[in-house]
Structure formats: C-alpha cells, structure tokens
C-alpha cells in the first residue's frame, strides 16, 4: 500500500491526464444503412480519439472512404454519410500515439493491392516497427503516412497471393505488440486482436448482421447484442457466408490493458467479461479499505473518479458529495497562450460548490495522477473554498513506466511518480494526505484473471520486451 501525510505545498503547471488511444468499429449488415450505424458507433467512442475520424464503406464491388481532422460531429455531414453506400462498414477515431496529429495519417487506411481494394483501422502501437519500416523500404514499399497501422497495410498486400486470410496470418507472425483491427474489402469484414490481448475488442450480431467494436459501449449504441469478445491471437472473418473463426496464434500469457478499467474506456462497457462501472466501484470500496481515512465527505474529480468515490464512501461509511461540477460542454483542448490563461483552463473545465465543501475534511478521488499538475490545481480550488484537510485517494497505483502499447503516457521524466517520492507528490499537488490502490489490491479484484493483465506502466513487466539501452538511459522496444 502507498500512502503519506506530508504539509506544504508547490506548483506544478502541465496536463495531468494519460492521453486516449484510438476506437474502431465494423459492421456487416447488409439491408441495414451501415454508413449512419458506423457514425453513431464512432460518436460512442468518441472517448477514445478526438483527433480524427473517419469511415469506408463496401457495397460489393468497390469501397469508400472519407476521413477528416475533428470529432466525428466535426468530420461529417448528412450530404457525406448519404455518399457512403454499402452494406459493409469500418470507422476509427483516433488520438495519435504513433505518427503525428496530421491528415495523411487520419484512418481508416485505404490501399488497392492485387487483390482488389483493402482498408484498415488500428488501435494498439507495434513494438517492432522500425525494423518491419526499414525492411519494407529495402525492398521497395513506400509510404504515404508515419503510422505503424501502413506497416501492417503493406505487410498483408506482400503476402496475399493465397488470399486475405493466409496474408493475415503470416502478418500475425510477424507483427509484435498492440493491434487490435478492424478490415474492409469489397465483401468482407474482418477483425483482429493480438495474441496477448493488449486492446479491447468485442464481437456482437445486428439481426442478421455483425459488428464489432473497440468496446461494447458501441453495441449497445447501434442497437447490437454482444456476443463475445475477439479472443487474443483470433481472426474473424463476415461475409455472406456467416462468421468463421481462426484462431491463428495460441494465446500467449493474456495481457489485457488494466487501465482500460482504471480510466479510458466508458463505465457502461464490458471488456473481456467485466463491467467497467463495477470495477471502478470495487476499486474505491479496496481503497477505503486500505487507507481508512477520517473525514466528513467524499467527493470524485468528474468524471474518472466518480465510480470509485461512490465505492469508496460505501464502503467508508463517509457521505458521497459532487464538490466538483464539470462543464459538459468543454470539448478538445483550447489554445492556452499565457499562464494566467492555464490557471484559468481548469476553471473553465472544473468548479467548486463552496457550500458543500466549506469546513469539510474531504476525501477526493481521482483515478491517477501522471504528471501532477492538474491535482494541484485541484487542490488549490479546494483550500478556496475553505476545505480545512485534503486527503487525494487514487484508484490506480502509481504510473512510474512508459507505455508502448498505444497509450500515451508520456515520457519516464514527466512522470511525477517515477521522480518524486509519496510525501514529495503530496507536498507537490498541496494535499494532506496521498494514497494510492496497491496493486495486489487492484489485482485482486478480478479474482482468477488477476494474472491477465498488462500492468507495465506501474511495475516495468513489460509482456512483450522492452530494453534499457545504458548510454542512453532511454527505454527502447527490441
């Protein structure tokens, strides 16, 4: 267990938040208007990428694509969703963790190779890019954007004389790390996941149809039931001979990301059998029982730590307050072109109900810190209104290593946990008291999956290999 009680306070200025990945989504249903289903799916995980959006098309014979820079309500109009006809369908949002925040490398992908017409969308980052990059290049492939998802574009396209499925599964042997896929042809839907399972993926039936989502939250948007999730290591292919399955790699040690749960996908998701709004609730009731804090109310930071506050104060015994109010209409971030206007930044985004927290010893909670500066902000918000004692719970445990596997959780340097110790953040944000959810705690949670999970970022067991040059001092992906 981490925990501290330190006094004083500093500040520290710069976002405080891991960054999204990306969302994919696939439909085949023919009769159904594939095209507004994909739209409404993607607005379901807008959550996941606010940089781009985009969605091709197939009816049979060819496929379309329009993609943009935006949200997906920024992106598309109903004169360009009426262009896009077919009955198959995949759409992506995406926040860049490889590959800059550009047009040319917005997706889905669309290429024509000798089999006809492809597209693809990847949420995930592969570890061994640069070396399949370099070997594509020796031998001639040439490449329009900077993401690893064109990598996997050309690697399919060069072994396809066999057919779609055979090129996939010689890709899967090569490729390492984070995908999970969603593929179009002219009449075929395909997806995905890598055998170690890093990123969601689900599969769910529309009538007669199917789709399948970076999370089920999507499903449930477009009126689809789950199924089940795509199992790691798993090819699924739909076309208008049903679904069939190949299980292409044998699952390895399972390694689905924990912070799925923690703090990016939505609450009323089930990822891989669990309910992310019921995972979230039992990691607050773990960490009121690890660190019994005395004190009149909990309140969370809208909206990663509600889940676990309400969890925290039915398990403490302390009254659940919403001290915090969020403006729902703060989209992407706003240009901040001075200090003053950063201070004020949170302001705009978060604000405080003095009449509830005047004279309380508050518990809030949050789901992480990673570079600290927003809690700061927080905190100083708090002490405004006249909170007498601060006492910041967090329902992860502390984020000290760099992910590789497509979540942006900047650099081992930013991290606040990775430099400074328990009573050094806690002095930092100007708490009275810090603590984090231990990881068996966390762990423990998912009883006999404890062992399935990616936990890199808090412990350095990277599952797929991750080097530490000693002249650089820098992690590097072998």
């Not at 370099?134 to 900077?146: E, I, Y």
């Not at 499925?165 to 995908?179: H, N, Q, S, T």
């Not at 009449?187 to 599969?203: E, Q, S, T, Y």
Request: net charge negative; glycine share 10%.
């Amino acid at each position: 267990m981490a925990g501290c009680r330190p006094g004083s306070t500093n500040g520290i200025l710069l976002p405080d938040k891991p960054r999204e990945e990306c969302g994919v989504f696939g439909i085949y249903a023919p009769g159904h208007d594939v095209t507004r289903l994909t739209y409404y799916g993607l607005y379901a995980l807008q959550h996941r990428g606010q940089e781009s959006a985009g969605i091709a098309v197939a009816d049979g014979k060819k496929v379309q694509l329009y993609k943009g820079m935006g949200l997906v309500s920024e992106v598309f109009s109903g004169d360009q969703l009426n262009n896009l006809r077919g009955h198959i369908a995949i759409g992506h949002v995406r926040y860049s963790t490889t590959g800059a925040s550009h047009p040319v490398n917005a997706q889905p992908l669309l290429f024509r190779y000798a089999g006809g017409m492809l597209g693809l969308a990847h949420n995930g980052n592969l570890t061994n890019v640069t070396e399949l990059r370099s070997r594509l290049m020796a031998t001639g492939s040439v490449f329009q954007s900077s993401t690893d998802s064109e990598v996997i574009v050309n690697i399919i396209a060069r072994s396809a004389q066999n057919g779609l499925e055979d090129a996939l599964v010689k890709c899967m042997i090569d490729i390492k790390g984070a995908y999970s896929l969603v593929i179009i042809t002219e009449n075929k839907l395909i997806a995905v996941r890598d055998p170690h399972g890093f990123r969601p993926l689900c599969l769910g039936t529309l009538g007669e149809g199917y789709v399948v989502a970076s999370e089920s939250c999507a499903l449930d948007t477009v009126g689809a039931g789950l199924i089940r999730d795509v199992q790691p290591g798993e090819i699924v292919v739909m076309d208008e001979n049903g679904l069939e399955s190949i299980q292409v790699l044998k699952p390895r040690k399972r390694a689905h990301c924990i912070f799925e749960y923690i703090y990016f996908a939505r609450p009323d998701s089930f990822i891989d059998g669990f309910n992310v709004n019921m995972v979230r609730r039992e990691m607050g009731r773990v960490l009121a029982g690890e660190y019994p804090v005395d004190a009149d109310i909990v309140i969370p930071v809208p909206d990663s730590g509600t889940a676990a506050a309400r969890g925290f104060a039915e398990a403490s015994g302390i009254p659940f307050e919403e001290g915090l109010m969020k403006n729902r209409y703060i989209g992407r971030t706003f240009i901040q072109p001075s200090q003053e206007m950063r201070d004020l930044g949170v302001r705009l985004k978060l604000n405080s109900v003095r009449e509830v927290l005047n004279g309380k010893r508050v518990v809030m909670v949050d789901d992480s810190i990673v570079r600290g500066t927003t809690s700061g902000k927080i905190v100083a918000m708090l002490r405004d209104c006249g909170v007498k004692e601060v006492h910041m719970c967090l329902s992860s445990p502390p984020i000290t290593r760099s992910c590789y596997y497509g979540i942006d959780t900047s650099n081992e340097d930013e991290l606040i946990a990775a430099r400074l110790s328990l009573e050094e953040i806690c002095r930092s944000i100007g708490a009275d008291g810090l603590y984090y959810l231990s990881l068996d705690g966390l762990l423990n949670i998912f009883g006999n999956s404890r062992d399935n999970f990616c936990t890199a970022c808090f412990d350095g067991n990277y599952p797929v290999e991750v080097a530490k040059p000693k002249e650089t001092g820098k992690y590097s992906l072998e």
